[in-house]
């Protein structure tokens, strides 16, 4: 309508009561006039502030409506990038992909890649990235999945394989078990027993806050509920004994009913527990969540189910409570999510209500499987198991991420193969101090037969290991990187183990550590003599170290003996303990010693004085540095292979020298390329 045939509508004020009225109830529940009206504020501004990829990673829309969509900004977005006017679809399509809902993340993965794939055009590489794994936890279909899966691991820099293997890593440091700084793991991955395990799957463990008591799901129970047996799930309790010894397990009588019940979580206090139980009249769905009160008489009553807020018609399990106990987080396969089953949460009012759950968002939950969330009872760190994260060893990985203030949380951390195996890691526990992990864990391609175990909390996994630790390693002679090594770290404080990793392709590592504390940095390879490095971490840091490389022959301006002497001098122990070191972080190498004289003197006498100064040398190497014999060879050959012709007194000192030659046997480096090769080893 033009400005010339405007015309004017006069409202009395009882109609527009009405017509008010009936705008608010309609309100509520059309999510069509929602998408309109944002449709008409888009117009107005369309340009982002700032492209804050925290503030894109909120995504506001993923508790409210389930798909969201715009068809006129959708056909904006689709001319734009077809006729590749790329500067203007990038903010159009940043505060498009930010309102995604649930079913986007499944159904528009191409605008998530495509707006990754811009983000990195413009140099933002580290939000591309996030990006780019965002499309990897979600896709399921629209974009080629293997080359997004390269340009990820390639642009954060790290995969599964950056960690070595620990079989490998065992057996490269069982040469030098008593004889050098860097020692094996001291964790063991300890079974907890027969007084707690059976022989049918035993899981979901729950700590007291003074670690004194554990209470556990198994299944080593059964009830007949048809013709034949089957496994119940039922509630165990163990108490310390103390020095990591627990009593027999007895079962939990005033919870346990022909249902099956699991997933425990202890409050702090002692007083309640939550837990799931299934198939029940008081269930909404097959599992649902239930808190219990500890009565005078010790016993557990006054049970009741969580109510609509938290339960729906699907499974609910695995509760756990935030440290100020007024946030519970469970997991969940309700229809809606992202994946097969998803993680929730759901907030205490001021009347001890549960409100509505929601979703805990696309960075923590994925396509496949999120379970068994833990919320550290000290940190406030989010601990849980998924099968669809990026960096894995098995099927179902332990993982970590930290609450922001936004509300928001980090990117999921893989807490490392000290852990998490082949096979599968799920239902866990952490104690108070973040000392011990206690966890189910399967035997590879085993799931019918969950025990307990218990193993030391590596590095990987404590609340507190958030200093930034990098590196790179340089060739001394050529400045470029070496990246054919592996890089270990001890905690010389605390002595919590740390996995090892290897050198990457630009010869940098990375670890996060816990600020404040000593460590020992060793870097070994077959290229390059050891680095070695003690350390106190004070903020992040970051190092730079360049070292000699190993050539097939070499000789070293230290080691040069007096005339007619056969005497080691000190100050050839430093570059001897070089040599020796090599050999013990390489054992398939060995090496030959050549001693020479010049040309004075006597020519047996000469042989005989060049063949114990290598003895001499041979012997130190074995004695010091922990090398058998035979892969040492000593050999003197006297005046007879002269560098130089001696005219003068630095010509005979140059030609009365040392050589070192290190070399791999044929069948070992064969045998080296199969063993790396060997998919087994991960």
């Known amino acids: 309508m033009n400005a010339n045939n405007q015309q004017t509508v006069s409202l009395s004020p009882s109609v527009l009561r009405w017509a008010l009225f009936f705008m608010s109830i309609l309100h509520p529940f059309s999510e069509g006039v929602a998408q309109k009206r944002q449709k008409k504020s888009a117009i107005v501004s369309e340009q982002p502030q700032n492209f804050d990829i925290n503030q894109l990673f909120s995504f506001p829309n993923v508790n409210k409506v389930r798909y969201y969509s715009d068809k006129s900004q959708l056909n904006r977005l689709r001319k734009l990038d077809k006729t590749g006017k790329t500067e203007q679809l990038y903010p159009l399509l940043w505060k498009y992909v930010s309102k995604f809902g649930i079913d986007n993340f499944r159904k528009d993965t191409y605008w998530l890649w495509r707006l990754a794939n811009l983000t990195e055009e413009k140099g933002a590489f580290h939000d591309a990235q996030r990006l780019y794994k965002l499309v990897l936890k979600h896709h399921h279909g629209g974009v080629d999945f293997q080359k997004v899966q390269s340009k990820y691991y390639k642009m954060a820099g790290r995969s599964p394989k950056d960690y070595v293997p620990l079989d490998y890593y065992y057996d490269l440091i069982s040469f030098r078990e008593k004889l050098d700084t860097l020692r094996p793991p001291q964790g063991i991955d300890l079974n907890m027993g027969f007084y707690v395990n059976s022989n049918k799957s035993d899981y979901g463990p729950s700590m007291s806050w003074d670690n004194q008591t554990m209470i556990f799901t198994s299944q080593r129970n059964a009830v007949r509920r048809s013709f034949d047996p089957e496994p119940n799930e039922d509630l165990f309790m163990i108490r310390s004994l103390g020095d990591g010894y627990w009593d027999e397990a007895v079962p939990v009588k005033s919870l346990n009913t022909p249902a099956n019940e699991g997933s425990p979580f202890l409050t702090r206090d002692g007083s309640k527990i939550y837990f799931s139980r299934c198939n029940t009249p008081q269930s909404y769905g097959n599992c649902d969540l239930f808190v219990a009160h500890l009565q005078a008489d010790s016993t557990w009553g006054e049970i009741s189910n969580l109510g609509q807020n938290v339960n729906s018609v699907a499974w609910e399990s695995h509760p756990s409570l935030s440290p100020t106990e007024d946030t519970l987080y469970f997991a969940s396969d309700r229809i809606g999510g992202f994946g097969m089953s998803d993680l929730y949460y759901t907030t205490k009012n001021k009347n001890g209500q549960w409100s509505k759950a929601k979703n805990l968002g696309p960075n923590i939950n994925t396509r496949g499987s999120e379970v068994s969330p833990f919320i550290h009872p000290e940190y406030n760190v989010l601990y849980y198991s998924s ?15 930290y609450h922001l203030k936004n509300k928001q949380w980090t990117e999921p951390q893989n807490i490392g193969p000290l852990v998490n195996g082949r096979g599968s890691e799920f239902y866990f526990t952490i104690d108070k101090e973040a000392k011990n992990l206690y966890y189910a864990k399967s035997i590879e391609n085993n799931m019918k037969n969950l025990d307990l175990y218990s193993f030391p909390l590596p590095m990987e996994a404590q609340p507190l290991a958030t200093t930034k630790l990098k590196g790179q390693l340089l060739d001394s002679l050529s400045n470029t990187p070496f990246n054919d090594g592996i890089v270990s770290i001890i905690d010389l404080d605390k002595g919590v183990e740390i996995a090892p990793k290897y050198l990457r392709d630009d010869g940098t590592y990375e670890f996060d550590l816990i600020n404040e504390r000593k460590y020992l940095m060793v870097i070994q390879g ?3 003599f050891r680095i070695e490095k003690i350390f106190t971490l004070q903020g992040d840091t970051n190092f730079t170290d360049a070292t000699r490389p190993i050539s097939s022959r070499m000789q070293f301006e230290s080691v040069v003996f007096d005339n007619n002497s056969f005497e080691l001098k000190s100050a050839m122990y430093y570059d001897l303990d070089k040599i020796g070191n090599f050999l013990l972080d390489n054992p398939s190498f060995k090496l030959k010693i050549a001693g020479h004289t010049d040309t004075k003197g006597n020519k047996q006498a000469n042989i005989e004085l ?11 190497i074995e004695y010091f540095g922990g090398i058998k014999s035979d892969r040492i ?4 050959y006297g005046a007879q292979k002269p560098l130089v012709e001696e005219k003068t007194e630095a010509d005979r000192v140059l030609n009365r020298r040392v050589e070192f030659e290190i070399y791999r046997d044929a069948s070992a480096e064969d045998h080296r390329k199969n063993d790396e090769n060997d998919p087994s080893r991960w």
């Open 633 to 636: 060879e000593a050999i003197g």
């Open 387 to 401: 099968s669809g994260q990026l960096i894995n060893f098995g099927e179902f990985d332990i993982y970590k991420a």
């Open 610 to 620: 060049s063949q114990k100064r290598a003895d001499a040398i041979k012997d130190y």
């Open 526 to 528: 077959d290229e390059f």
